[in-house]
Structure formats: structure tokens, C-alpha cells
């Protein structure tokens, strides 16, 4: 084992043990949880060597990373997230290889996506960013739409062709009633989705927590938590 595998399945055990004792603690199965591991910056051969310890869900943030990464990648068995605020001039590259975008967070960018996944003859799965942090009718620091804007949303992208809602993201706001308040910020998501699942009941994906609090976000009840740092650590960045 080379040392990176090393020190990837070191951190990969340490993170599986945060889940399951979280699972353990809030009275839910260790299935209830999916892992998605956040390898923005870092280069293909990680994401290689995750794969090779069972990983399946990975995560980017940059189209311009993301890319080149994905095709260097294309002979493996992953579902590749997109993450990050996305242009629409950036949509027919992501269409082209993410699985599902959880960064949905206008109407424009609904109908960029449904043209891009049409013409792919691809059917992607959409989660609502919500943005706790932001007012009626506002979009958040750091994207994402506010609470009052998700019913919208949802209909816009359950009736576009091509795309599937699967349910809603968040990320723990820096600013707002909820900054420092992760459990709370992640309670209100999951208050948002029951009213989102009593129109949609397919839509119960919940995409919450992130290396620092992905134990808040397992409580509340989040069905998948984005982990980067946690797993790779910090080394040399992407150019």
C-alpha cells in the first residue's frame, strides 16, 4: 500500500467511525447515510485511490476541474456530485459528466440544465440549494435560494424534461440567525423537506454537514454528508 492509500484509508476509518457513532447516537441505521467525498483540488489519482477503498460518491466545485477529472476517471463506477455556484455558460460541460447537481438555486439555471441534459439525452438528479441566510426573494453569500423560493423551484425542475428532483442541499451559514447554530440551521432543512415531500415525495435526498459538523447533520436526519478535508487532509493543491 502506497502511503497515500495509507493515509487515505486512515482518514477514510476515522470518518466511517463519526458516522457510525453518529447513526448510533441519533437511533438511525449506518445505511441511512451516504458518505460523498469532496475531492475539489485534488487530483484524479485520489480520486482513484478512493474508489480502490470503496468510495462512491465524490464531489467538485469547479466545472474547470471537475472536467478533466471525471474523463480521466470515466472507467470507474462513481456518481459524481456537482457542488459549487454554478453559470450557465458552465452547464453543457457539467451536464456532460455530473450525476446529480446540488446546487440549484434559480429558475434560469433550471432551464439551462433541462436544455443540457435534453440534448445529452441524460436524466440528472437536482437538489435545491437552500439558503438559510438569505431573505425573501434573495439568493444566499454563498448561493442557494431562500426558504420561501423552494415550492417555486421545485415545480420548475419537476416539470422540466430531463431533470429529476431528488430533494434539497444546504451549507452552514457564516452569517444570519443560524451562523454558529449548525444543528438548528440543519433542523430548519429538515423542516423544509417534509413540506417538500408532501408535494414531491421522491424528493428525500437531504445533503447536509460537511467535515466539520457532519455529526449535527446525521442527527437532524441528513441523508448525505459532503466530506473533504477530513478525508484527503491538506496537501498540495491543484494548480
Known sequence: MTDRKAQLAANLAQVEERIVSSCAAAGRKREEVTLIVVTKTYPASDVRILHQLGVRHVAENRD?????????CADLSLTWHFVGQLQTN?????????????SVDRAKLVTALSTAAVRGERELGCLIQVALDAESGERGERGGVAPDGVEELAAAIGGAPGLRLDGLMTVAPLAGEYAGRQRAAFDRLMEISSRLRADHPAANMVSAGMSGDLEDAVAAGATHVRVGTAVLGVRPRLG
Do not use: E, F, I
Open 90 to 102: 458552465k452547464v453543457r460541460s457539467v451536464t456532460s459528466y455530473a450525476d446529480v447537481v446540488q
Open 64 to 72: 474547470q476541474d471537475a472536467a478533466p477529472k471525471a474523463t480521466a
